[in-house]
Structure formats: C-alpha cells, structure tokens
C-alpha cells in the first residue's frame, strides 16, 4: 500500500467516527469502536465467498451426522481459514435486512458475533465489541456504521478488488493494517489529549532489519524456520519476515516457517492476531500478556527475532515478577561475569525501572538457538534508542547486559538510523544486530554503521515520520554489513568504523586520596553530639524550643510536636514523633556529650594538625580517667571535633610489617613490583619491610574511566600522579563497564572560523545596517 493509499483509508475511515460516532461518543473513545470494526469486516469479508460452504457443512454434520457439537476442521476446511462463522448473518446481510427495530438489529448482530470460531470470539472479547454494538444500537448509529464499514468504497482485506466503477483498491496487507492502526490511535489520542501509541515500525527500516538478518545465511537456511517477537504489535515484524524469506528478497525460501509473538496490548494483539488466521498461521503461537512478568515460551529457542521493544517505558509494575527484594529471581535477567580479578559472580541483568527496553533484548538472547542445533545459530535484529548505548555505570544492570552481550561476542553490528524516521517519535533510534554464530572474520569485532544523514523526505509526514530510506539506501547498508567494511567509502553519506569487542570496554576505579584532620574541642563541635544522627534536626529544632526538659519527660508535648512536625514537614511517621519524646532517645547521645565535656576539660582548647598523635592522647586520657566509652562512642567525639585540613597530617590507618609470601602475595594480586606499591597505597617506612597505609578521605575521592586496552598503572602513571601526588589506586573497587558512542566514534571537529573571516563578515553587517539607516531617514 502506498503512502498515499494509506492516508487515503484513514481519512475515509475517520470519516466514519466523525459521521456515526459525533454525538454518541466523545471523539477520544472513537477507537472503542472503529478498531474493532477495521478487523471484524477485514475477517467478515474473507468469510463472504465461502459463506455457503460453511452453512451446507453446518447443516451436514447436523443433520446428516447428528453431531450436537461442530467439528472444527470440517467448518475450516469449508471456510477456507482457520477461523470461520456457523451463523447465517454477513455484514452485507445485517445491513440489507436491517429494520427499524433496534433489539432485532442486536439480536441478529449477537447471533453473528457468536457463530464465529472461538479464536474470533476471543478478538471480539478483547475488543469488548459486544458492549459497543448494545451501545451503538440504543443510540441509533449502529446501521450507520453497518453501511459505513460494507461500502464498496472501502478494501480492508489482503487482496486487491474493484470499486464499482472498475477502479482498484489496493489491497491492505499486515504491514499496511499496522499504519492504518497506528494512525487512528494517534488521532484518538491527540484528540484525547493522551501520548501517541508505541513506536509503529517503518516498512523501510523492517526491510532494512530482514536483510540484514536473512542475506548473509540465505544459502544455509535450515528447512524449518521459526522467527519470535516478544512485542510484536500488530504483527508487522513477523509478516514482513515471512514476506522477505519468501516472496521480496529473490531468496524464494520454500521451507516451513513458524511465527512467535507476545503482545501486551489487547487492541494490537486481536490485529496481529487476526492476521495470523488470515495467512493460515497457528493462532495458538500469539500470546497476550506482559513479556517481562512471564516467560511464556520458556521451552523455546528460536531461529530468527526481530522486534522494536518500547523504549523509556516504565517497568515498574512488573518488578515483583522478576526480583523479590534484590535478588533476580527470573533467570533469563542473570547471569554471570568475571569481576576485576578474574572470579565468576552471578550479576543482575535488571536495568532502571523507568526504561524496560534492555529487558527485552536479554529476553531474546535467553531464547537464542544453539549453533549445533541448525547448524546456523540465532540471529536478533532489535530497535532501541540511544539510551541502551551508554545509560548505566559501570556494574549497572544496563552496562552489565552490554558487557555480558559483547564479552560474549553476540554483538555484530549497530545501525544508527536517521531522525524522525519512526511514526510517533522523532528521537534518534538504532538497530542491534546479535549473532551467536558469528563468521570467522568478524568474531571478535564489532562494526558501527551511520545512517544518520542517509535519507529521503517523505511529500507528506506520516506522524512524525518525515523522511524514509529509499530501496538504494537500504541495499548500500546491507551491502556494507555483508562487506564487513571498516571505513567509510569515499563520497557516501554512510559513515562506517569497525571495532574491537574491547573498545567498548573500561575500568572504573577510584582514585583515593589520604585524609588529614585539624582537631579541636570547641562548643559549637560538640552540640551535634546531642543528638542522633537519624533524627538530628528535628531533635535540633525541639532542644531549642524546650532545652533540657527533653532529657526528662516531653510526653505532654506530643501533639504539638506533631502538629509542628506536620507544619513544618519534618517527614516523621507517628513511630519517629513517639521516639521523639522519649527520655531514652535523648540521654544516649548526651551521656557521650558528657563524656566530651569531661575530656575537653583534660585535652583543653588547643589545636592538634597531627589525628594521630591526637587519637592517641585522647587514648591515654580516657584510659587513665577510666571514661566509660566505647570505640564507637570515641570515635564520634573525635569525627565531631575534626575536620579536613589539607595542611595537617596524614591520618593513618596502619603499620604492617610485608615480607616473604605476604608480600610475594600482595606483589602478585596488584601486579606490580615493591617500588610500585606507593600507587597503590602501601608507603614503606625507614624500616626494612614495613609499610604504612592511610585513611581515605571520601570528600576527595574521584574515579577514573580506563580503556581495558590499557593498564590502570600505566594509565595512573601518565594522568593521575603529574597533578596530584599522594593520590593512589583502590584496585578493590575497580568494576568493569561497557558503553557504546556514536557521537564520540564518529565526531567531526569543525574548525573555528579565522578573526579575519569574522571581522569582514561584521563589517559588511555593519555596512549592510548603515545603508538602511540612511534610505530610512532619506524617507
């Protein structure tokens, strides 16, 4: 169907609910009715020719056979599709022989509804058709519609026919049915004021995804092919597949192929649905549902799956079907990977709740087939945004997938698309192409294409599709990816760049530098000693409303600390209010603010630019006076009182003694020799074997990303250690990423314009400007 054919049916099909439906519905719920009518006289008119032979064999299993109950294969046969309808009532009919009645006009379009095939039923029921028609029929517009939908005028079936005088309708395919669909939703929600429907796949960018799927093996294709979507839609994706292999490509498959999908959405899924029945495929290989929350065809493993998952759609919903706390409990978001010293550890696969995409593409690489099972492997073509390059640290779920997906090899190829080439969006969208059974001569590599400027503007949008690849431009992409081009061929707007698996790779790791602490006793340090530090502001703002009558009773002041904590929302529950005005919540912290006193009576108000000569005074005292505190109380009397000072001393954290096997150890997990220890935190001291470490302070703690290609010393050497000496490596927190950019692959710097370019260019303005001013005043 062209372009124009397709705008052509929308308009007439719109005309309808604008003509019917004014009055009866509002016009954001006119899909409740025009959806379901686009299928039902799509399948009521293939049903037409053969309608005859269904009532001849109804009345012989009835009356010649004495069957109560229909067999459903003889009423197939007769009908011609795997679907059919016992009833005696067509479209056409209901239409011809209406009356004036309305409960006549339901009734006999109830008995129509029901003599359908129960995979029918099951569309109506997903349509709630019943309810639309009762409705439409008390409203009188029922008839209406009726003559609308069986106008000669119109062709929603898969063949092409004639008008009444002579001129053809062009027939609507799966693929045509999908923008068709697509389209309505967009009008009803625009005029609903609700977000467009998911993102429809272009024809061209299906075309582009198949031939890069089916070329490179089309003479090793097994005799039995099975290709799965795990949110088909309508199912243009698969019907556009099957087409490829058989009848567009030149390819000519004459093999089996077996068509999979899930569909979350009940309109989208009765429409692929019912174009699965139309083509003779088993309906049964459909499901409805969410993918994510069940693994529907956990037994299965497939040859072939493309599919457009939604991008930046929340997931959150389905969460507990896939972890129970943190733990993943679906296996198909697990697996495992290597961390920084080389051990296997089960990792999550779960990216942000807010964006579900990657989610689908894991749930296709759970389903790929063994190359030893067709001897040609799996192979995924998926459509994301740019978000599944490069969102998600290192160790995210997002970065995990990425890296699971490369070190694995399975990433082949990446497809940048132009923008604005999707239905309902204009973001920038990329094709992933997976192979697990990749050619010697790409295994290990990964090759980038940019189509980003390969396009043609369409004469009219279709949404917010503006432009299209052309039949040319699809065949010089495919042809790149067939040629495993590394580099980008002279004059063409296809940029192309190869890389290898480890490219993508990085080490993130934190560069740590040593804390250093002024200490000092003063009054202003010690007062946050009197609080805790979970409730520390309320507690703050209650202690100097009511002073010490907080370490005695506040229990009649309950309510108007509740009443000021609801005023002034202090975020507490009843819980933290109780807890609050209780005599034990305060006189923990101040027995260790008493405690703080007594030792600034013994330390006195001195300054000390050395903690660890400090830490250790403080020791002797508390030691000698017989404090009563322990480590955990000493140590948040010491943090009130200290703070950072880039001039005092190093805080240290210990003095070990490494020699023999310890160091040996120590040498061979870091990778480094004895004088390279100082990069990694262990500092000798003037005693042979000896070596201190110090306190990191987390303030000025920073991270680094390093290329796997490169050694983290090598690369600390040169970037870190020339601007900041005392700074070391934490190798123990290192984790291993992985991000894909094409705007840094395929940047192209533009150099600045010259002064002298820039001047002449404002001194012409200024010129331009002057002459204007002078014609004006001269009129």
Known sequence: MTHHSHNKLVSFIWSIADDCLRDVYVRGKYRDVILPFVVLRRIDSLLEPTKDKVLEEVKFQREELGQVELDPQGLRDASGYVFYNTSSWTMEKLKGTATNSQQKLIANFEEYLNGFSSNVKEIIEKFNLVAQVRHMASKDVLLDVLEKFTSPYINLTPFEINDPEGRPLPALSNLGMGYVFEELIRKFN?????????????????????????????????????????????????SESENFLIEDSGISYAGDIYLYGKEINDETYAICKSDMMIKGKNPENIRVGSTLSTNEFSGEKFDFMLSNPPYGKSWASEVKYIKDGKDVIDTRFQFKLKDYWGNWEVVDATPRTSDGQLLFLMEMVDKMKAPTANKIGSKIASVHNGSSLFTGDAGSGESNIRRYIIENDLLDAIVQLPNNMFYNTGITTYIWLLNNNKPKERQGYVQLLDANNLFQKLRK?????????????????????????????????????????????????????????????????????????????????????YGDLAYVDLSSKIDEIAKRAEKEDWGLNKKQIAKLVDPATWQKPKAIYDAALALWNHVGDDIFMDFNAFSSLVDEIVKKHKFNLSAAEKKAILNAIS????????????VEKLSGDKLNQLLDKLGCTVDELPFFGYYPTAKAGEFITYETE????????????????????????????????????????????????????????????????????EEQGDGLLAEILKF
């Open 190 to 238: 625009e005029e609903n004021n609700e977000e467009a429907g998911e993102h429809f796949t272009p024809r061209e960018v299906i075309q582009l995804m198949t031939s890069m799927v089916f070329e490179p093996i089309k003479d090793k294709l097994p005799p039995v092919i099975t290709i799965y979507d795990p949110c088909c839609g309508s199912g243009g994706m698969l």
């Open 461 to 545: 949008n279709l949404g917010s599709k503006n432009c299209e690849l052309t039949p040319a431009q699809i065949q010089e992409i495919a042809q790149a990816y067939l040629d495993n081009l590394e580099e980008t061929k002279e004059g063409s707007e296809l940029k192309i760049k190869r890389f290898k698996n480890t490219d993508f790779g990085y080490y993130k790791v934190n560069i740590e530098r040593p804390k250093r602490l002024r200490s000092q006793f003063t009054k202003e340090a010690l007062e946050t000693l009197r609080f805790d530090k979970a409730l520390a502001t309320p507690m703050q703002l209650i202690y100097d409303t």
């Open 643 to 654: 703070t950072y000072d880039a001039t005092a001393e190093k805080v240290i954290k210990k």
């Open 698 to 765: 987390s303030d000025l703690r920073d991270s680094e990303q390093i290329s796997l290609n490169e050694e983290i010393l090598t690369y600390f050497q040169r970037e870190v250690i020339p601007h900041v000496e005392e700074a070391w490596i934490n190798l123990d927190s290192v984790k291993i990423g992985y991000e894909i950019s094409f705007n840094k692959y395929f940047y192209q710097h533009t150099p600045l314009r010259s002064i002298e370019a820039i001047t002449a260019d404002l001194l012409a303005l």
